[in-house]
C-alpha cells in the first residue's frame, strides 16, 4: 500500500511559476510509473508527465518545454516545476503511483493561474 500526499499549490498569475511535491509513504518497490494528472471543472482527469521506472519522461503537449518532473531513486517525492503557467492550466492537479497490479492517487491540489 502506498499513501500519497501531495503539496504546492495555489494562486499564480499568468506567466508565473509554482513547484508542485508529492511525498509516498508505504512500500514503493513495485512502483513503475509515477506521475501528475490533472482535472478541470466539468472534464476529464488527463495525464500531466510521468516518469517510467528507467527514468524516461512523457509530457502532455500542452505542457512540453514549461514543466519538468523529477524523482528520486527511492520514489519517494515526486516533483513537477511549472513554469510559464497560462490560465488553461487551473485544475486540481494529482500525484499518481502505478505498479503493475496497483494504482494508487493523492488528494489533489489546486492550482489556479488568474490575474
Known amino acids: 500500500q502506498v499513501q500519497l500526499v501531495e503539496s504546492g499549490g495555489g494562486l499564480v498569475q499568468p506567466g508565473g511559476s509554482l513547484r508542485l511535491s508529492c511525498s509516498a509513504s508505504?512500500?514503493?518497490?513495485?512502483?513503475?510509473?509515477v506521475g501528475w494528472y490533472r482535472q478541470a471543472p466539468g472534464k476529464q482527469r488527463d495525464l500531466v508527465a510521468t516518469i517510467g521506472s528507467g527514468g524516461s519522461t512523457n509530457y502532455a503537449d500542452s505542457v512540453k518545454g514549461r514543466f519538468t518532473i523529477s524523482t528520486d531513486n527511492a520514489k519517494s517525492t515526486v516533483s513537477l516545476q511549472m513554469n510559464n503557467l497560462k490560465p488553461e492550466g487551473t485544475a486540481v492537479y494529482y500525484c499518481?503511483?502505478?505498479?503493475?497490479?496497483?494504482?494508487?492517487w493523492g488528494q489533489g491540489t489546486q492550482v489556479t493561474v488568474s490575474s
Open positions: 508505504g512500500n514503493t518497490s513495485r512502483i513503475r510509473v
Open positions: 499518481n503511483y502505478r505498479a503493475f497490479v496497483a494504482n494508487y
